[in-house]
């Protein structure tokens, strides 16, 4: 007589368990990844290439200005990032307010735009003094710096690699227009 096999059903089996938790956990996985990626997200791809290089004539327009003008400014931010002075010089109004822009290099909100305050001159006509406060600055490799007045006649900007100090030199760019002031 055949004897009768003691057949468990499979979910109380240690095999399919086994097999099961491999796929379980990337599905776990991607879904939190999915989450991760959409919380941070860059904001380096723009959702109106038209209207953006519609401006790119516009923002030359400025940086021919400065360069015309013979504009430079000098940006020391403070150690804890959240203040700043800067220095410009060159042929422009000085009572037409200066505008200070700090750019994240990926993230649109981190972004500030800062309307700078004159500082009383010590008999140096040359150049202005003005100071920002600002919101601390998170910490990244390198952020945008631009300098411009709010007329939106000139700007000039460059980039600020964090690790090699506080100090930024703004300069008109020169090399786009094919000028040289001897830098």
């Given amino acids: 007589m055949p004897q009768k096999k003691n057949v468990q059903p499979w979910y109380k ?24 990626a959409k919380q941070n997200m860059t904001d380096l791809v723009s959702d109106d290439y038209y ?16 360069v015309k003008r ?22 422009f109004d000085t009572k037409q307010p200066v505008q200070l822009q700090l750019m994240h290099p990926a993230k649109k909100a981190e972004d ?9 001159s010590n008999g140096a006509a040359d150049r202005m003094e003005y100071e920002a406060v600002f919101k601390p600055l998170p910490v990244t490799n390198h952020w945008y710096v631009r300098v411009a007045d709010a007329a939106g006649i000139w700007r000039v900007e460059n980039k600020w690699i964090t690790s090699q100090g506080n100090a930024i ?5 020169d090399k786009l227009f094919g000028t040289d002031n001897g830098q």
């Fill in 13 to 36: 089996n240690f095999w399919p368990w086994f097999l099961m938790v491999g796929p379980i956990f990337v599905v776990i996985a991607s879904v939190s990844m999915f989450f991760v």
């Fill in 51 to 66: 209207k953006d290089g519609k401006h790119i004539g516009i923002e030359l327009h400025r940086d021919e200005e400065a």
């Fill in 70 to 91: 013979h504009i430079q400014a000098q940006v020391l931010i403070s150690p804890d990032m959240d203040k700043a002075k800067v220095f410009v010089s060159g042929d």
């Fill in 112 to 120: 500030q735009t800062i309307t700078l305050k004159a500082v009383e």
């Fill in 169 to 173: 030199n703004l300069t008109p760019m």
